[in-house]
């Protein structure tokens, strides 16, 4: 394995990066983290709420147990997020996808911060932090809406509860989200993974789908992940300096900018 300091992103990353046609890019709460928003997992810590982890506020279990708490983690998630704005990550990718042939956007993020930054067909893998959904009668109303009833809010068609229209843990997926995600898999030349930790499934398994069937695996994060090891290009920095990198051509030195991010090369090239 070769490290490759100074910022430079390889040579074989910028031709694969302008041959391209199809390309798949899985993101993760780090692409929002210069954005403000808090990260999961990453630097040791996980994230706990009212002394709960968030596995355990975010479950299928607590909003069978308790919907009005988890009404409140996500108003708490709502407001933090009202204010934010995407970052350089957010709107190199949506420039992106009037370069690429086929640019397949997979996010398993719930801010609406790549729509916001312009990224059209987002594939969103755990739902959308601003809509709400009737357990009732599945009917879908916007979080910027909702009048509470005794810390939950209610359905305008139906008038029964509604809840996050976001995949809690134990919950199964959208239909039809991550079999588009791994069918887009299957077919892409070039998988970008940005900013996740990587351990949770079925998202996780994106990249391995797409490096199984034969397309260059580049991960874009500050530390090491689960996935580091599969891929074939690691770079190590953050998402909102080094994306803006790749579509650029190197300065006469034959670098980048960028001081910061070093390239693991995993696999000869
Ligand atoms: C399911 C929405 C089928 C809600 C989220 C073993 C035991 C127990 C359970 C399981 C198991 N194996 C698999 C499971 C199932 C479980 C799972 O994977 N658990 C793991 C954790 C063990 N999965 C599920 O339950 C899924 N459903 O499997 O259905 C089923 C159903 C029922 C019964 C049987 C089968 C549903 C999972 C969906 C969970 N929902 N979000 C909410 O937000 O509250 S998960 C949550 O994690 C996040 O929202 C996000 O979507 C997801 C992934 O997190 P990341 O995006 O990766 O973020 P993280 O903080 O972890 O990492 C940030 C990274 O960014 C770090 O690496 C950091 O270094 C990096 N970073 C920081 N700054 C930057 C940066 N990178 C770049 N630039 C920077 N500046
Ligand atoms: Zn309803």
């Known amino acids: 394995m070769r490290t490759i300091r100074e910022g430079l992103v390889s040579e074989e990353l910028q031709r694969r990066f302008h041959e391209a046609h199809s390309v798949l890019i899985l993101t993760g709460a780090g692409v929002s983290a210069e954005s403000g928003v808090p990260t999961f997992r990453g630097g040791g810590d996980s994230t706990v709420w009212r002394g709960m982890p968030f596995e355990i506020i975010s479950s299928a279990g607590m909003l069978q147990r308790d919907l009005p708490a988890v009404w409140e983690w996500f108003n708490y998630r709502r407001g933090k997020l009202e204010a934010l704005k995407p970052n350089p990550a957010h709107e190199a990718i949506a420039r992106w996808q009037d ?18 930054a312009g990224s059209r067909n987002v594939i969103e893998l755990h739902g959308n932090v601003w809509r709400a959904r009737c357990l009732d009668c599945g009917a879908r109303s916007n979080a910027r809406d909702l009048r509470f009833d005794r810390g939950v809010p209610l359905c305008f068609d139906c008038g029964g509860a ?24 299957e077919s892409c030349e070039l998988c970008l993974v940005v900013g996740t930790s990587a351990v949770v499934y079925p998202a996780a398994s994106i990249p391995e789908i797409a490096r199984a069937a034969g397309a260059f695996l580049v991960e874009v994060n500050p530390e ?23 579509c650029q051509q190197p300065n006469r030195e034959g670098g980048h900018d960028a001081s910061y991010a070093s390239i693991e090369r995993m696999r000869p090239c």
């Open 162 to 185: 509604l809840r996050p229209d976001v995949v809690l843990f134990g919950e199964m997926l959208p239909t039809g989200a991550f079999e588009l995600a791994a069918v887009k898999a």
């Open 224 to 246: 090491r992940t689960p996935l580091s090891d599969l891929c074939d290009e690691v770079l190590t920095g953050r998402a909102g300096e080094i994306l803006p990198l790749l």
């Open 99 to 116: 370069v690429f042939k086929e640019l397949s956007l997979v996010t398993q993020n719930i801010d609406g911060l790549h729509q916001m």
